[in-house]
Nanobody
């Protein structure tokens, strides 16, 4: 079992930045790849980014490439998502999730999920 807890999100104006963190406990953190997903009101959950167990490989949805950066610290058992140049369309509840499948964007392949954190971007 892996427990995941996202940091509090927040409200930011368009063009601003936020950093989300996802703290893990339970089984060995470095055995899991971590992904971030988001869900806007009335929309399906969407893959945002993922990072391999070692942190050497990262994967992004095209809509966030160049603006968001995923990283991890296996000593602190934490994954980060840096959100820059935020747009109103980035408004959503953001979730982190753990999987043993590296690089997957399929939410059904993620076994453990955090509770989600709200990010709101105003124009």
């Amino acid at each position: 079992q892996v427990q995941l807890v996202e940091s509090r999100g927040g409200w930011v104006q368009a063009g601003g930045s936020l950093r989300l963190s996802c703290a893990a406990s339970g089984r060995t953190f470095s055995n899991y790849a971590i992904g971030w997903f988001r869900q806007a009101p009335g929309k399906d959950r969407e893959f945002v980014a993922a990072i391999s167990m070692s942190g050497k490989s990262t994967y992004y949805n095209d809509s966030v490439k160049g603006r968001f950066t995923i990283s991890r610290d296996n000593v602190k058992n934490t994954v980060y998502l840096q959100l820059n140049s935020l747009k109103p369309v980035d408004t959503a509840v953001y979730y982190c999730a753990a999987t043993t499948v590296v690089g997957t964007s399929a939410d059904w392949e993620y076994n453990y999920w955090g509770q989600g954190t709200q990010v709101t971007v105003s124009s």
